[in-house]
């Protein structure tokens, strides 16, 4: 069965410096994947998808990740990061067959001024 | 386009009573979930409609909970009676199509609190 796995719980940053939040999956087959943000109070927002067409994809707010097979990674980057970044951030893969996503454990960022 | 729309933003009941959670999903969206959110066992998924069908409904945690998807903009989760551990947030998403690549748009969720 399809399964993620967020590496950290919790990564802190100075604002203006790289993000990195990992991700691992386990998957039988070459997977969709997907990076969920939850802001403080807020709903579920995609901020990118992989789905096999290119193994970097682009999303909103400047982050981008990086599809790896032969590490099994789906790592979430930021060039620069913005106060307005700090959030929960989740890695997501649908569940073949089922119709459900499974969701990670979720990674908290925050941000230093 | 307003996105998924959830009501009530919060719920606080008491112990005992039913609660009514509403979601009108994206115009034109075939598939539509319901999660629930909690510290403990993050997101799960507890139902699933495809054209106003209940596809999975096996993450229904019990007989008090059900769901209802009567036309194709709206659809409700009721929780009768309600407990304290029924506390979460919880989620609609609603998806183009039936492909996972077609992508969820989730709605701001509803956080009920039973004391």
């Known amino acids: 069965a399809q399964s993620v796995t967020q590496l950290d719980s919790h990564v802190s940053v100075s604002e203006g410096t790289p993000v990195l939040l990992r991700c691992n999956y386990s998957?039988?087959?070459?997977?969709?994947l997907f990076w969920y943000v939850q802001h403080p109070n807020k709903g579920l927002q995609l901020l990118l998808k992989?789905?096999?067409?290119?193994?970097l994809v682009k999303g909103i707010n400047g982050f981008e990740a990086e599809f790896k097979k032969s590490e099994t990674s789906f790592h979430l980057t930021k060039p620069s990061a913005h106060m307005s970044d700090a959030a929960e951030y989740f890695c997501?893969?649908?569940?073949?067959?089922?119709?459900?996503?499974?969701f990670g454990q979720g990674t908290r960022l925050t941000i230093n001024p | 386009d307003a996105g998924v729309i959830q009501s009530p933003r919060h719920e606080v009941t008491e112990m005992g009573q039913e609660v009514t959670l509403r979601c009108k999903p994206i115009s034109g969206h075939n598939s539509l979930f319901w999660y629930r959110q909690t510290m403990m066992r993050g997101l799960e998924l507890l139902i699933y409609?495809?054209?106003?069908?209940?596809?999975?409904d096996s993450g229904m945690p019990e007989d008090r909970f059900s769901a209802k998807m009567p036309n194709a903009s709206f659809s409700t989760l009721k929780i009768q009676p309600s407990e304290p551990r029924d506390s979460a947030v919880y989620f609609c998403a609603s998806r183009p199509g039936r492909r996972d690549t077609d992508g969820y748009t989730f709605g701001s969720g509803t956080r009920l609190t039973v004391v």
């Open positions: 998957s039988s087959y070459s997977p969709s």
């Open positions: 992989y789905t096999s067409a290119a193994t």
């Open positions: 409609f495809n054209n106003n069908v209940p596809i999975d």
């Open positions: 997501v893969v649908p569940r073949q067959g089922a119709q459900k996503l499974v």
